[in-house]
């Protein structure tokens, strides 16, 4: 390109006499396209910065809450590792860099604070952080030697640290480690979890699942206990598998109504190396709840009689009843609806829906009917309970709107099911084993026995498998097929509210015996399991809902509000505004958007920073509607006591930025091998000429002056 641009300059030049001035534009127009071909070899401009001041040796000492742990050996002793990074500190054994490096010491993570099992007040997270200590010293720092980090490794907060790890290994500057601590767990049970829902029913059991990690080398047998202060509420006897979790739940039966601070806590053994672990502390409300209930179904067999008898006598309950008879005028009675409530405003008032053996057709349901209760479903957060019977009338549902929430794929080639000569029986899944749907009895190993022990059927709905997303809590005991066991009880969400499959007609045999003690309680848990989260806040005319309903920070919570007007009827484009406090006492507007659908459901969702309690507001003005309720954030335990070291990502860092990771008895042989380290190179500055402004500048100011002076030189 350089010698076409020559020789058509020296054509130009010889055509023109030769005068001076076509000269001087040829060769300024050389000169620019010169420049533009140096540029696409991308040249740069390097400059060597000498450095005149020591290099800078850095010292991260580790002060988060893990270096509390006892299982540093110091001469006779075990000690703590902050104790013996306390030791080492007091003997400066940092001395031996002073000649000839400036050594700056510096400590990172939050100070240890192991005052609380459950630190719901607590203002902000707790943890180690590697990324942020070693990225907020390669910022500020411009003349590092090396790095030198006396910790654990905990690392339990923010990115990896690898990735910082790369940029140090760029700048040629190496990390040592010290590793403080051992690499296996110190002997200890610790309560790591307690998840307890919002709020529980007055007079029904509540379930509190907890998680109990066991580093001790042997089985234990202990018992958990529910206290409120000194007051025992509830116990139940455990037995811990060695070096292992157990995750398990505990049983309530509250006597009053209120809010109350609770706290678990089981017995700490001989041989614990921590004794202040065994207990968490967490709040949960009781409340009295009215549940409103639609049962659908087609003819009064004795499925539907002994579940509408149940649901009516349960004080808990608000029970209606549709039966929708092909041939015949609906039923009446008491609590009985002349026709399905087939509009929003009716139907929203629904917790739970249950459809028996009935389908979308003439004298039945309606495409708009399917097309409701799916809405509700999805939108308001209501159950829905398919329980299909002989005449096969499920199967019409799979050509509507429901068919997307069926658990199941139904075998459409056998309407009328499958029936067998001997009676089967509902055999629980690994899942079913420990649901709280399917608990009879707070011992699993006795809740099996009960199943095992309860009243079988002769007849089931045909089903080819469970579909995705599906929990299967029980199978059928004796039928299977290619896809494995055939599922007959089975639960799966379906948008912000829940769907149970239940295959067969035969729940109403396990009164044998025993009266309602098991079908009564089953059908209780499910109604309630399933309208739980329609209950979580509300007030007349507006109730709010949210997910997950125990947060932590950093937990995206998301919040949807049902708004009903003064009608009843759901509102539709309303103005719905929000407000949070958060513990610190900062305000902030939510923005709630209308979710499609016209069921007057407004969402929004918001991100917590800091734990506590979460004060919320939401209104519509023009309809007199407000709520206000509190969303507890907790505040996750990241540093934990009796942990091993974390040597591989510390082995890692070095290993990219080629130092070395040790234990704490070659502390003083890595201080000997930073000391001889060769001072870190001149600074080298690079200008990147091709990409550079002022470059491509003065490119394009020669070829304007080449363009004006042929102009004025009349070559143009």
């Not at 040829?26 to 420049?35: D, G, H, N, P």
């Not at 850095?58 to 306390?86: F, H, K, P, Q, Y």
């Not at 039945?364 to 308001?380: F, H, N, P, R, T």
């Not at 459409?412 to 608990?439: A, F, I, Q, Y």
């Amino acid at each position: 390109m350089m010698v076409l641009s020559a020789w058509l300059g020296w054509s130009i030049w010889q055509r023109n006499g030769r005068r001076g001035k076509v000269g001087l534009l040829e060769l300024l127009r050389f000169a620019a396209v010169t420049l533009l071909a140096f540029t696409f070899l991308q040249p740069e401009y390097v400059r060597l910065i000498e450095r005149t001041e020591q290099p800078q040796v850095a010292i991260l000492n580790d002060l988060s809450g893990s270096m509390l742990t006892r299982d540093v050996v110091s001469t006779n002793e075990i000690i703590t590792r902050s104790e013996w990074l306390e030791e080492q500190t007091k003997r400066e054994y940092w001395k031996p860099l002073e000649t000839g490096s400036e050594v700056m010491i510096e400590s990172f993570a939050a100070p240890p604070d192991l005052s609380a099992t459950n630190a719901v007040a607590q203002p902000r997270e707790i943890g180690t952080d590697l990324t942020a200590a070693l990225s907020g010293l390669i910022e500020q720092q411009k003349n590092l030697k090396a790095v030198l980090m006396l910790t654990d490794g905990d690392w339990n907060l923010g990115p990896s640290p690898i990735g910082v790890a790369t940029r140090f290994r760029d700048q040629e500057i190496p990390i040592y480690s010290i590793v403080t601590g051992q690499d296996q767990p110190i002997a200890d049970l610790s309560l790591e979890e307690v998840t307890a829902p919002a709020y529980g029913l007055f007079g029904e059991q509540i379930a509190i699942p907890f998680t109990i990690q066991s580093h001790l080398p042997r089985d234990v047998s202990t018992e958990i206990s529910l206290m409120s202060n000194r007051e025992v509420l509830a116990s139940k006897k455990i037995t811990l598998p060695a070096n292992s979790r157990l995750r398990d739940s505990i049983m309530w039966y509250p006597r009053e109504v209120g809010e109350f601070s609770l706290r678990l806590d089981f017995p700490v053994e001989v041989d614990e190396a921590l004794r202040d672990n065994n207990s968490a502390d967490f709040h949960i409300a009781v409340r009295v709840v009215k549940l409103s209930v639609l049962v659908v179904d087609s003819q009064p067999r004795w499925e539907y009689r002994f579940l509408r008898n149940a649901l009516a006598r349960d004080p808990g309950v608000d029970l209606n009843c549709v039966l929708l008879h092909p041939k015949i005028a609906p039923g009446g009675g008491r609590d009985y609806l002349s026709s399905f409530p087939g509009s929003r405003e009716m139907l929203s008032r629904y917790d739970v829906i249950f459809l028996g053996d009935v389908g979308v057709g003439e004298h039945q349901l309606s495409e708009s009917d399917a097309e409701l209760i799916k809405g509700l479903v999805e939108q308001q957060g209501s159950g829905l309970v398919f329980m299909p019977g002989r005449r096969g009338n499920h199967l019409s549902l799979m050509n509507s709107e429901l068919n997307e929430l069926m658990p199941v794929v139904l075998d459409d080639e056998r309407p009328k099911g499958v029936g067998m000569n001997n009676e089967s029986v509902l055999t629980l899944s690994n899942l079913g084993r420990g649901h709280l749907l399917t608990r009879f009895d707070a011992d699993e190993m006795v809740n099996d026995q009960i199943w095992k022990m309860l009243p079988g059927f002769y007849w089931s709905t045909a089903v080819t498998k469970s579909r995705p997303g599906t929990e299967v809590l029980a199978v059928h005991s004796e039928l299977r097929n290619q896809f494995g066991r055939i599922p007959l009880l089975a639960i799966r969400n379906a948008g912000r509210g829940k769907v149970l499959f239940m295959g067969t007609d035969s729940a109403w045999r396990w009164r044998r015996g025993v009266e309602d003690k098991f079908h009564y309680r089953f059908w209780s848990q499910v109604a309630r399991w399933m309208a739980h989260k329609r209950h979580l806040a509300e007030k007349e005319g507006i109730r709010l809902s949210f997910t997950p309903e125990t947060p932590k920070v950093g937990d995206r919570v998301f919040m949807q509000a049902t708004v009903l007007d003064e009608a009843g009827f759901p509102l539709e484009d309303g103005e719905v505004n929000g407000e949070i406090i958060s513990p610190g006492g900062q305000g902030e507007q939510l923005e709630l958007t209308e979710v499609e659908g016209g069921w007057g459901v407004y969402s929004t969702e918001f991100l917590p920073q800091e734990g506590g309690a979460y004060q919320i507001k939401i209104d519509a003005p023009e309809h007199d509607r407000e709520l206000e309720t509190k969303i507890v954030v907790s505040l996750p335990k990241r540093e934990k006591l009796g942990r091993p070291v974390n040597r591989p990502v510390l082995a890692e860092i070095a290993s990219i930025t080629q130092g070395e990771s040790a234990n704490t008895d070659n502390l003083d042989e890595i201080i000997q091998k930073i000391s001889v380290l060769p001072e870190p190179q001149p600074a080298e500055l690079r200008t990147r000429l091709w990409s550079n402004p002022w470059w491509g500048g003065t490119i394009l100011l020669f070829l304007v002056i080449y363009w004006t002076g042929r102009k004025l030189a009349g070559l143009i």
